[in-house]
């Protein structure tokens, strides 16, 4: 770059920071909102919240920002963080302003009826008081589709907004191939002979006990206390002000020690990634994951294939046992496969590591069939309900625990869910590179040391921030394109020693 | 107002709103700072603020601003709130805009140095490495008096932007009657036969203890815990994001009893005041206190007046003893006694309530004589140390106990500390009236009917925010001007009986 083209860059920059300090504030509010905040104070907290939404949207969509957008596409000297910084923010703007700003306001309004709709229709388990709604949402998707423009299927368009570089014909291919695996491993699952005793896992479990176990496992994981917290609330989840510093809450079950436990440590997978982007990212828009996916990775490795892991648990099992007596007489092995029954369920989020995918697969292929025509809304529940009996054996007796279990559709999100499994894909594939690079990373594992991994996602995931596309990152990482062969690997090994396959 | 004023004023209250809600997103970067945010997340969070704190500036200080302010002033049917807010805002407008933009950006560069100098002078108690910084403020608000303009004393322009229509005229009245009186009443003291047992609170008190007294008396107050909560910092303080959330904090001392109680108390009654004020203020500027005073003279109230009463703990102590049976064999006369001990001392922040009025007044005098060029600071150590020895008997023997005490200084507030005096002169003058309305307010308040006088707080002041200047809050509500004479009768019939005179 020329000096003209760095002071605009250094000015650019400054301009970008105002959006990430509003980023920053508005992330706080809705931390504090779900973890602190007395109840009356939420109309206000949403008034607040709105302004710095829309004070957001209007720098990113500004005058200004599309001279400066247009001004460096002219520059052809770039270096890649900026190439990648006006190529992100270039789809962002374009993303926002192809849309007309009534068309947008008025899907605003309608997702935030929706999700009052949603939560009624929840409550009441009645898919056909949200079905007015979704079918309005879906309509409103398919138009955008057309404003943005698409290439082969619509849906496309959809899933590059939050996995770049994803497409439906990827996606059939990969999740074909994983989803007959799966229900292949299932099966021979459902006929072994091992059955699992889970009910060491069941017992009173106080708060304070957990959440001491959570802290020294997350420490030694890696996660900065200096520059995080762990707090509590309804829902789990990981937000970050600036990589210094991070938060994530868990929930605390009383009655069962895993779902804190997990959702501890799959939060602190985000936050790790979250805490190590490199900071000169700062002002680029890129200080991010990769991709929700690539995020996803991340938690799901820390979660499930090293948080499920034998090794992980031969080290902290002492830990363990100092904390809780109630594991006095239990092996080790019992433990970790207490942690490990796979059983067919209907909840996605209650899924287990072997089953969540085929979740998420469903829903990948009513997304495709609604904005492609093939689904109608109305027919939903006969649908969904028709695809677990297949992929799972199991169908939903009401649409609570059916269609109607989650509310990422109704809060617009159509095109996401991809990414939770692709998140496992792209964890296992990663951890087949890492273990070339570290031939005696079981060993490491059960010693404790976890900075070497650590140091390993540092260094070639985590500090690149959004730099890399997702399909960009997985090359470089592992110098191969997607697939899924690795996780179905990893899955196959593991449930074959578990279940005696 | 016309239709087009009425058109222009609800345009004007969501302009007003922008700046409020920025403020309640300020507010909390603030609260979070204080209470939860990791150490790391510090230099982050202090470019957020101060984006944000700049943003504030530019709509207070905006063209905008300007043309609807000259536009009120012209409509000459304002209610008498839309007249108070435009009064105000004006009062600010022209505060910002006749101090020259650099001044301002010097001043304030200056504020943030003097501030780190001044702890490096209070951890080393070292009054010569803090004096050049102040000696430059001083300069800066001579300055700014000059910029400003001001009538009569210097002084009394600084003082109007804390306390309007409070001038050293009337302070000097006041203060000198106050003085008297508090020294002629600490002699009496001084030479009393009555030696009160302070041991009593002096002990290992739980924090989860503590805590639970504190909940229990604050809701007892009035203090809503749905519109607010309690937590613990360095410095107990109260904050508002709007008024349905207006959250306190306190400070667990294990060694003595009274330091979190009172903090609790004193905050609770800022909190109430909050909390009470009309929600139609909302987008008026208004929302806050009438005054620094004012909004003390309620903490105050409920610390002191209510607080440390007889009749407040008649109904009390049986909780306290529930919870601490470290007072089982304590009278409820002991127990009072011990919380009104007086006696001179250094620290401001730890003063009784009988000497804390004349810490305040030896500020105020040294503030009018740094002004008005009567005082340098280079003397500042000696001046402050003849003045302690002169009205408390006592004298500091060295910097950290005396001048460097505090830090108001260092971030340029002076004008601001006689507001802490009048606050509890304010609230016995508002007491006296109280106890005219509700004449039998004791026995209310020993049977803890503290709805009654909270009722009476906020029809009479609360719920009016800054509508009023404290002035005009005094005469509405008591009928008289501003006078120490109740709050000295006050203090001489509660401490003759206590120490006997």
């Avoid at 690149?464 to 090359?475: C, D, M, N, Q, R």
């Amino acid at each position: 770059m020329n000096n003209e083209a760095q002071n605009k860059m250094k000015e650019f920059k400054e301009y970008i920071n105002k959006i990430e300090y509003l980023n920053s504030a508005a992330s706080l509010l809705y931390w504090d909102m779900s973890v602190n905040m007395p109840k009356k104070g939420v109309e206000y907290r949403g008034k607040v919240l709105g302004h710095l939404t829309a004070e957001i949207y209007k720098l990113e969509t500004s005058d200004t920002m599309k001279e400066y957008l247009e001004y460096f596409s002219k520059i052809d000297d770039l270096d890649e963080v900026h190439k990648s910084m006006i190529k992100s923010l270039k789809k962002n703007y374009e993303l926002s302003k192809k849309i007309p700003e009534e068309k947008f306001k008025e899907y605003t309004i309608l997702t935030t009826q929706a999700e009052a709709a949603w939560e009624d229709a929840y409550a009441k388990s009645d898919f056909s008081l949200f079905q007015p709604y979704l079918e309005k949402i879906v309509a409103f998707n398919k138009e955008f589709v057309e404003y943005w423009g698409y290439k082969g299927n619509k849906y496309n368009t959809l899933l590059d907004k939050f996995e770049e570089g994803i497409t439906v014909d990827k996606l059939d291919n990969i999740f074909s191939e994983l989803r007959e695996a799966l229900v292949k491993l299932l099966d021979k699952i459902k006929n072994s002979n091992v059955k699992i005793d889970e009910s060491i896992f069941k017992n009173n479990f106080s708060k304070e006990k957990q959440e001491q176990l959570s802290k020294l496992i997350l420490e030694k994981m890696g996660y900065d206390f200096e520059a995080g917290r762990l707090d509590e609330s309804i829902h789990p989840f990981t937000i970050g002000f600036n990589r210094k510093d991070v938060r994530i809450t868990t929930n605390y079950c009383d009655k069962d020690l895993r779902p804190a436990l997990f959702s501890s440590i799959h939060e602190g997978g985000h936050a790790i990634y979250d805490q190590d982007i490199s900071e000169e990212l700062y002002g680029t828009g890129l200080g991010d994951g990769a991709s929700m996916g690539v995020h996803e990775s991340q938690s799901r490795f820390y979660e499930n294939i090293l948080g499920r892991s034998k090794e992980f648990w031969t080290y902290f099992y002492t830990e363990v046992k100092k904390i809780f007596q109630e594991f006095k007489d239990v092996s080790l092995e019992d433990f970790y496969r207490g942690m490990n029954v796979v059983e067919p369920s209907l909840i996605r989020v209650d899924a287990d590591e072997l089953t969540y995918s085929l979740h998420v697969i469903i829903r990948y292929e009513i997304e495709k069939g609604l904005i492609n025509g093939d689904i109608e809304v109305e027919n939903l529940p006969e649908v969904w309900n028709a695809k677990y009996k297949e992929y799972l054996g199991i169908e939903p007796s009401n649409d609570k625990e059916g269609v109607l279990q989650d509310n990422h559709w109704a809060g617009g999100m159509i095109g996401y869910f991809p990414s939770y499994a692709l998140g496992n894909i792209y964890g296992a594939q990663f951890f087949n590179k890492m273990k070339q690079d570290i031939p005696d990373i079981f060993k490491q594992i059960e010693k404790g040391n976890f900075e070497v991994i650590h140091e390993w996602l540092k260094e070639n995931i985590h500090k690149y921030g959004a730099v890399y596309t997702p399909s960009e990152l997985i090359k470089k990482v592992t110098g191969e394109e997607l697939t899924a062969k690795y996780f179905i690997e990893y899955l196959n090994n593991k449930y074959s020693k578990i279940y005696n396959l």
